[in-house]
């Protein structure tokens, strides 16, 4: 155990004492003690900056299950730094934020800092992980933290479905990429990352290669909300305000992002990856754009432009891959992509969590979220609305901010991949940047909208339920530090670009850097005139019309029908999923013992007869038939006769009275096969229970009522006949067919010389086969104790009499 | 000599039982099965008799004098349910 798994473990072990905390020291807010810890975490990720500054990495093992090979390996190289510290960092932020959101008295804040805090342990857990197993557990850690803090107002309905929602789309794809994980290590005969991407060229031949690829990016789609999984992500925002800020922009979402980013060394040669995620990422990113507009609830936008940036930077990593599939582009693409995703994702942690914690801030402050209702806030809230300027016109991609630089690098990598000569038409090319700019003019359009609806406009204080006012100051502590972080890392780029960005890139493919050198990350303001300016320009300009004429084009929207919606097809898909199954359910279990009877035996025949019929077992041998006397055949005769008797019965006292008639001849059998002791023991149970038998009777109502002939049912006489031919068969195929001697020899040699006796049955019973014995007694006690069990309490509830008196 | 006549015995016990169950089978009424029931019983003490000595063997005489007793006790049996219309009457122990 080392400092870094002491880290990852931090946060559960902060998290047992917090209900102590929030007892002890109820006049305290919890959230002060909690927020020491993520603190001190990004202090210590701090540490190991200079580490992966050099490319270095640090690799720590703690034995967990080693001898399936499952260790708590942790690996720390840029990517995951990267990770870390927006998790880290981030988390003290929101934290420090939800201290002043969250009410001390109202709120149950231990649950609240339990479920963040043990989100934070897990989401450091996957991103530093190395062990694929322990990524997973991580991973379902963090879907099971993320579903208990969207239900943390768990009284209402809205936080409960989105909840479910949210718990069943993530374990969805957190199983399919545990099937992955399988087969990639089944594949590469191990479970740790680093020695898989070590053979990357041989899994890429392996025909489970795409089967892998397909499972672990159903994972990271599915947490990274792409299309069409991105559907939980919008009902995720009952959750409290700190929760979407830090989960469902920062953390959570990016852990799908993370692990394409992880295994890009391992699939990125493939073809399919570029495909796959480029295609996915980009259509996930126009669509989401396009949606985001319609929205009225602020939170709404954001989730849809959370949706519609994680596609973005989804894009980028797949794109990137082109350049290792085909040869005749230069790896500068490559470059140009993976960095734009790097920083671009290190930009929508900072933009996104400060308008989030802005959105928090006007609903903390007026009551809604609606943009119907808001309105002219900007004379009442000047800092807030200068925080939402800063976040969304980054957003936007707009100078000066942070979001400029990463979408003008954008937009050169689909520019770049133009030159990819695909199908040998240069046209389809065109496809990606023409899909890029129509999704970048959406973004432009809901930024505005997020400033202007809000800040500007008419003021409507009758829709309003509070007087709105500025925010405490705590509650603006931490917009305005990610605000800063905005402007500073619009301003200065290359602040980041060797310490954070040059590290993870070279983490994502290390292949691609020639040894000893690094990747070349250069982020500036001006590039002279080319085509990725122009096109900001352009979807500035577009933007701007658009959002001035939107009432004009606003019902495009009303074009797509509520019915086909994805939310449609899964609240359909769920609904059809319990009807089904629940109308299969009542199809079956009918309730009948019958039926289930019938069950039983028809699977009997199936099961042995397709046996018999597959394997050739039948066998008849007559070698070993002893001869049949006259006697034998008449009391044959008899048993059939009465057997026959019992099944035409008219009445039951017949159908009792011919059983004890199949019971004597049995027991003259036993005669006849000379087996005393059998004979015995089976006349004097057949008397027995024929006495239960007449015993049962005066309790059953009347006789006259049951005493009809039964119904033919040629079902039941199939099945019955079925079974019979069935056993016959095996009987036959078992008499003539023996493998070996029986071993009753032994018994007749020492029956007499070793246990003293001379009756084999009996020193067999109590003897040799002792134990068989001792548990018999043990079931006729069993019987004896319950019938007296049974009888006792019925007559004890029923009072004097029993029910038929 | 002997052993034919035993088995003859046995084959016309056999076809006394045939007999036997074709008025159980037949009825008409509950009395008449639960005759030959007992009677069934009865034969039985015979063809196990004439089985032991068949067999040559003395380990079935137990078997004759219970099933015997059995008889007994399942035709009273019967008797008295389809006298009483019960067995063992619930009433005395309370």
């Known amino acids: 155990m080392s400092l870094l798994h002491w880290a990852i473990l931090a946060p559960f072990i902060m998290a047992i004492f917090v209900p102590f905390l929030r007892k002890k020291a109820a006049s305290i807010h919890t959230g002060w003690f909690v927020l020491i810890l993520p603190v001190v975490l990004f202090g210590t990720f701090l540490q190991y900056l200079p580490v992966t500054t050099n490319n270095d990495s640090v690799m720590q093992t703690a034995s967990w299950i080693p001898s399936l090979g499952i260790n708590f390996t942790v690996y720390m190289d840029g990517l995951s730094l990267l990770f870390a510290l927006l998790i880290s960092g981030i988390g003290s932020l929101v934290v420090l934020y939800s201290i002043y959101y969250l009410s001390k008295t109202k709120e149950s804040l231990h649950h609240f800092y339990v479920y963040l805090l043990m989100f934070m342990g897990s989401m450091l857990g996957v991103v530093l992980s190395d062990n694929v197993i322990m990524l997973y557990m991580f991973w379902e850690f963090t879907s099971i933290s993320s579903f208990l803090l969207i239900a943390y107002w768990y009284d209402r309905e809205r936080s409960r479905y989105g909840a479910l929602k949210s718990m069943l789309i993530t374990v969805f794809g957190g199983l399919m990429m545990l099937g992955g994980f399988l087969v990639l290590s089944i594949m590469g005969n191990t479970f740790s990352i680093r020695e898989l991407a070590a053979q990357a060229t041989e899994l890429n031949e392996h025909p489970l290669f795409l089967l892998a690829m397909i499972l672990v990016l159903l994972g990271a789609f599915t947490k990274s909300a792409q299309f069409p999984f991105y559907i939980w992500l919008p009902d995720a925002m009952e959750a409290p305000t700190p929760v979407s800020a830090y989960l469902h922009s920062a953390t959570m979402v990016k852990a799908g992002i993370y692990l394409v980013a992880r295994f890009s060394p391992i699939f990125a040669f493939s073809g399919y990856w570029f495909w796959i995620v480029g295609t996915v990422g980009l259509f996930t990113m126009v669509w989401a754009s396009f949606n985001a507009v319609k929205q009225t609830d602020l939170k709404g936008i954001l989730a849809f432009s959370t949706v519609s940036q994680l596609g973005l930077i989804m894009s980028l990593l797949g794109i990137g891959a082109a350049s290792l599939h085909f040869d005749s582009l230069d790896d500068n693409l490559f470059t140009t992509a993976v960095i734009a995703a790097i920083f671009h994702l290190i930009n929508h942690a900072t933009f996104k969590g400060s308008l989030f914690m802005v959105v928090g801030i006007i609903d903390h402050e007026t009551g809604t979220r609606d943009i119907r209702k808001l309105g002219g806030l900007m004379s009442f809230m000047p800092i807030t609305f200068t925080l939402s300027v800063i976040g969304a016109f980054s957003m936007a991609g707009l100078p000066p901010f942070n979001g400029f630089l990463s979408k003008e690098m954008f937009f050169l990598s689909m520019v770049q991949l133009m030159e990819l000569n695909l199908f040998n038409i240069d046209t389809w090319a065109v496809l990606f940047p023409v899909l890029a700019w129509v999704g970048s003019v959406f973004t432009f359009i809901y930024s505005m909208i997020i400033v202007f609806k809000v800040f500007t406009g008419k003021f409507q204080p009758e829709k309003l339920e509070k007087k709105p006012h500025e925010a405490p100051v705590g509650m603006l502590i931490s917009p305005i530090i990610l605000a800063l972080l905005v402007v500073v890392f619009g301003l200065f780029p290359n602040l980041l670009s060797y310490s954070l960005i040059q590290p993870a890139a070279a983490a994502i493919v290390p292949s691609i850097i020639p040894p000893g050198e690094q990747l070349y990350v250069n982020i500036y303001f001006w590039h002279g005139i080319n085509a990725e300016l122009l096109m900001t320009i352009g979807v500035v300009a577009v933007g701007i019309l658009l959002y001035k004429f939107m009432p004009k084009w606003v019902r495009v929207y009303e074009y797509f029908p509520g019915k086909i919606t994805l939310n449609q097809f899964y609240n359909a898909g769920l609904y059809a999923a319990e009807r089904g199954s629940n109308a299969i359910t009542n199809a079956y279990m009918t309730g009948f013992i019958r039926t289930y009877l019938v069950y039983i035996f028809a699977f009997f025949i199936a099961a042995l007869g397709f046996t018999m019929w597959a394997k050739d077992a039948f066998r008849y041998d007559a070698s070993a038939v002893a001869p049949i006397g006259l006697y034998e055949g008449c009391l044959i005769i008899v048993l059939l006769a009465a057997t026959l008797t019992i099944l035409m019965a008219k009445s039951r006292l017949t159908s009792i009275i011919s059983l004890g008639a199949v019971g004597y001849t049995v027991s003259l059998f036993f005669v006849i096969f000379r087996a005393p002791d059998l004979a015995l023991t089976q006349l004097v149970i057949e008397t027995v229970s024929t006495a239960l038998f007449l015993l049962c009777f005066y309790h059953l109502p009347k006789l006259s009522r049951h005493a009809e002939k039964r119904r033919f049912q040629a079902g039941n006489a199939i099945i019955a006949a079925g079974v019979g031919i069935i056993v016959t068969l095996l009987g036959i195929s078992a008499h003539s067919s023996k493998f070996f001697a029986s071993i009753n020899e032994y018994y007749i040699e020492n029956t007499y010389e070793k246990a003293g006796g001379e009756n084999m049955v009996n020193v067999i019973l109590v003897d040799f086969r002792g134990f068989d014995t001792l548990f018999e007694i043990a079931v006729l006690s069993v019987a004896a104790l319950g019938i007296y069990g049974l009888i006792k309490l019925r007559l004890e509830k029923g009072g004097e009499t029993n029910e038929n008196k | ?94």
């Open chain 2, 1 to 94: 000599m002997i052993e034919t006549v035993l088995q003859l015995s046995l084959l016309l016990l056999a076809v006394a039982m045939i007999g036997l169950i074709y008025r159980l089978v037949k009825g008409p009424t509950i009395p008449d099965r639960v005759i030959a029931l007992d009677a069934m019983g009865v034969n039985l003490v015979s063809i196990t008799a004439v089985l032991s000595m068949l067999l040559g063997t003395s380990n079935y005489l137990d078997v004759i004098l219970l099933i015997g007793i059995l008889a007994f006790i399942g035709t009273i049996a019967f008797a008295k349910f389809l006298e009483k219309g019960e067995v063992i009457e619930h009433d005395r122990d309370q």
